[in-house]
Each structure stands twice: as C-alpha cells, then as structure tokens.
C-alpha cells in the first residue's frame, strides 16, 4: 500500500503548511462530511464534526500515524466517534427535555452514488455479507447504536449481537485484504 | 489467557464501531494499551470499520471550505505550547463525560457534599474569577496582600451553586461549556505577549501570573473534576498525559513558596527540595518566598510520584499517606505537603 502522500501531508501539517490542510480537505472533507450526516442525520452538526475534524487535525497533526493506517481511515474513525457522539448526546437531552419526538430524518443519504473504486468494492463486500452480520453492522455504524441496542432493535441477545459485529468485520477484512484494498 | 483478555476480545468488533459503553471502551482501551495481539487486530477492524464510510461520501457545501480552514488556522496553539491544547482536551472530556449522565446521576453525590450539578456550578464560578479578567473592562484587583479575599473562590462557588440547583442539567453544562469556550479562545490567542499577561489566579492573594500559568490551573481543575465524575461513572481514572504533569507539577512547585507563607507554615524558614518521579517529573528546591536560591543544603527532601503529587495539588489525597519518603525534617516535609494540597480550588 503506497502511503507516501499520507505521510507527506502529515509532514507538512507538522511543518504548518495551510496548502496541506487544504489539501487534505479537499480529498477527504466528502468522507467526513457524508458519513457524519449520515449517522446524525443533521446537516448542521455534520458542518460543526467536519470543522472540528479538520481543526483538531491542524491544531495536532501528530495524532495521526502513517504507520497505522490512511488519512482516510484515521478521519474516518475520529469522524464517526465524534458523530456516535452526538447522536448519543442528543439523544440524552430529549430525554432530559422529557422527549419531543425525534427530528424527522433527513432524506436518507445513502442514496448519494458511491464513488471511486475502493467504495465500490467496500460496498460490495458489504452487499455479500449474511444478512444478519450486515444488519447489525448497519444499525451500529450508521445509526450509531451501541451493540446493545443493536440486540434490543433486532431482538437477538447481546453476546448474538456482539459476534455479528465481530464476525462481520472480520469477514469484511479478510475479503478487501484479499483484493488488496486496504480502506 | 486471561478472562480480561477474552472478554476483550469478544467486545473489539463492537468497539471498532464505537459501539460499547463508555466503561467498555475504557476498559477495551486499557486492555489494548499492553496487549500487541489485540491491538493489532483492533487496528485491523478498525481500518475496515471506517472503510464503511467511503461508502455514503457526500460533499459538504462549497462554503464549508473557507470557514474550516480559517477556524484552523485560528485555532492552532503557538508550537511547544501545551496549556491550550491539554485545557481543551480536558474541557472536551469532561463534557463527554456529562452528556453521559442520567438526570438521577446529575444529583449524586460526588464529593464534598456536592452533586455533579453543584461541581460543574463550581467549576464555572472558578473559571469565572479568570474570565472575568480577561473581558474587554475586566475588573482590576487591588495589589495590597491584605486587601485581597482568600474566601473569594469559595464564596464564588457558594453562590454559583445556590444559584444552579433550580436549573436543568443542560443549562449548567452548556454555561461552563461556554465560558470554557471563551477562556480556549485566549489560551489559543496568537497575539504575541498575550500568554504572559499577569492576571490572577482563583485565590487572589496568590501572587499575579502569567495566563499561561493560570490556564494550567484551569487545565488542572478541569481534569481533577472529570476525575470526579468519571468515577461517579465506573470508569477508570484518567491521568494527564506526560506534558501536562510536567506543566501541573511546575505550576504546583512555582506556588509553593507563596502557599505555604499563605499558611502562615514558612516560619521557620527552611528550603526543601521536591523529587517527582515517573514521566513528566523533576526536582524543585522549595525556597521560603522572597528568597532567592538557598546559602545551606535543604533541610528536607520529600521523594514522591509525579502523578500522585497532581492529585495532591488537586486536594484529591490526603497529604499525611499519599505514598513518599522523606529525608531531613519530618515537620517541615509534612508542612509543604499540606501547603501542596491548597492550591486547588476546593
């Protein structure tokens, strides 16, 4: 796998190049900003998680490890975390509020054309999964459930719900490493 | 195998989907942190987890651009300056940590006699005595030692949970989120000197600082309290990282002097010399205030972990057993140690 613009952009992040950043924005800001509005389902706060993704990139550039993985995947990991987040928090204050309903979901963004070959093929391997595995692994990282709720939405006891995920990913793994993709 | 390590195990594909609790993740984490097989798996699945979001890649508004690169570039602390970024990452857990919280835990009691809403009000009213420095027409405090109010942090606190116990979770939450806010913005200032304005620190009658020192002070606070609620929540504590314990301990062996003269414990004058050891440590000659580096030899050495002298500061040990060894005078060793344990805000 060729990281060699992964580390270079680090470098020069490090260096407090803003050509970087901008760079860097414009390969992977799409990633962010689509996975965070998918799992919020919000546009403004998919705006405030891609601001405060690429801001806590520039303000520590060496959190990111070439060595452990792609720009794509390490934005793709703090991205989700912050947007299971605030589907979390937002979650807790209706509860506070003592429940408006939930915002109605936005139009489902699953729909955008997924572009460029490595999501095509995530995609498919995703397509070929059994379909408990891929349900499971939907609920959990586009809806943001926790495996619990996961086995309460799909009334399967939770060690059921915790393999699936487990399961599923390794599937997953195992086929993209054997097309040499790696996410 | 342990069964830390297969429950561990078991938990990683929901983990790689941020799908555990907090106090699963915390433990997955820990586990992961000394075990190279688990973690290389964990890193696998979790390359393969955020593969997933290739898959519903939407561009953001073109507008999106210019406003994110130039927060960026607003927001990037001057290079070496570890207070901005350890006071946020502190702000961001601890309110990590809130959103957590049922309203029933908001009411437990936490310390003190204090619930979690009555700890955020006073670490609001705390942070406030440096804000209200720093807004444009900020109030001046008189230099006169005996005109400054030592009971100001602590009738600060008073009023502001007073006031907060009618309000809703949220409201207390999102008030100290912020003026935490605020406060960030002049620890990221980029104007030059703008760090080394003298202001203040919660309890007046210390002397003036630099607001970078004060921002540890907050950084300082800010953690030992997400220390607080994080065990009201089960989860293991979180020590400061490696550089904000050297900034800790600095700023704990820098008010030294002037807290035990406070405490009216620096007659007879006598200097002392403080070993921290572990990562972020060093060794400080304590010296009575107003003097400069001791003629003699300290009359005692205190030897003691760097991290366990944080929680002291915080007030967060009991300063006659946290563990250390002392050489030299017995009384003046346990006199610093008590001194320590008042330069947090509680």
């Known amino acids: 796998v060729d990281r060699r613009w992964d580390k270079e952009v680090c470098e020069r992040l490090v260096a407090g190049d803003e050509a970087a950043l901008g760079e860097l924005y414009d390969e992977l800001s799409p990633l962010v900003y689509g996975l965070a509005i998918r799992v919020t389902r919000d546009w403004a706060a998919a705006e405030d998680i891609t601001q405060e993704v690429f801001v806590g990139v520039w303000s520590n550039p060496r959190a990111f490890d070439p060595a452990r993985g792609s720009w794509g995947a390490w934005l793709g990991t703090i991205t989700h975390r912050r947007a299971v987040d605030w589907v979390r928090r937002s979650v807790a204050r209706r509860r506070v509020a003592d429940a408006a309903p939930p915002p109605a979901a936005a139009a489902d963004p699953e729909e955008t054309a997924v572009a460029g070959s490595v999501a095509k093929s995530v995609q498919a391997a995703v397509d070929d999964l059994p379909a408990g595995q891929r349900e499971a692994i939907r609920l959990a990282y586009f809806d943001g459930q926790t495996y619990r709720q996961v086995a309460e939405t799909l009334g399967i006891p939770e060690g059921t719900a915790k393999s699936r995920l487990w399961l599923g990913l390794r599937r997953l793994a195992v086929r993209l490493e054997g097309e040499g993709i790696e996410p | ?346």
């Open chain 2, 1 to 346: 195998m342990s069964d830390g390590h297969a429950a561990v195990t078991e938990l990683l594909g929901a983990w790689a989907l941020d799908g555990c609790s907090t106090e699963e993740t915390a433990t997955v984490e820990a586990h992961l942190a000394g075990c190279p097989s688990c973690a290389a798996e964990a890193d696998r699945l979790g390359r393969v987890a955020a593969g997933l979001a290739a898959t519903v890649a939407a561009p953001p508004p073109a507008r999106l651009r210019d406003a994110v690169l130039a927060a960026a570039v607003a927001s990037r602390p001057a290079v070496g300056d570890e207070v901005g970024v350890g006071y946020a990452a502190w702000v961001e857990r601890l309110d990590a940590l809130l959103g957590e919280l049922t309203p029933a835990q908001w009411r437990e009691r936490v310390i003190h006699d204090w619930s979690v809403q009555d700890l955020v009000a006073h670490l609001t009213a705390t942070d406030e005595l440096l804000a209200a420095q720093l807004a444009p027409g900020g109030a001046e405090l008189p230099d006169d030692l005996d005109e400054l109010d030592g009971a100001l942090p602590a009738r600060a606190s008073a009023a502001a949970i007073d006031q907060q116990r009618g309000w809703a979770p949220e409201r207390t939450r999102a008030a100290w989120r912020a003026q935490a806010e605020r406060l960030l913005g002049d620890a990221r200032s980029s104007a030059p000197g703008a760090l080394d304005r003298p202001v203040r620190l919660a309890d007046p009658r210390l002397p003036r600082q630099p607001l970078r020192v004060a921002l540890v002070q907050r950084l300082f606070e800010t953690w030992i309290h997400a220390g607080d609620v994080g065990g009201l929540l089960g989860g293991p504590p979180a020590p400061p990282s490696e550089g904000q314990v050297a900034l800790i301990v600095a700023f704990g062996a820098r008010l030294l002097p002037a807290a035990l003269r406070l405490a009216g414990a620096d007659r007879p004058a006598g200097s002392a010399r403080l070993v921290l050891v572990g990562p972020g440590g060093g060794a400080w000659t304590i010296s009575p205030a107003g003097q400069d580096a001791p003629a003699r030899p300290p009359e005692a050495t205190v030897t003691m972990d760097a991290v366990e002298f944080c929680f002291l500061l915080g007030n967060r040990r009991d300063p006659d057993s946290v563990p250390h060894t002392v050489e030299g005078d017995p009384d003046l060793a346990a006199r610093l140690l008590r001194a320590a344990a008042t330069l947090g805000c509680d």
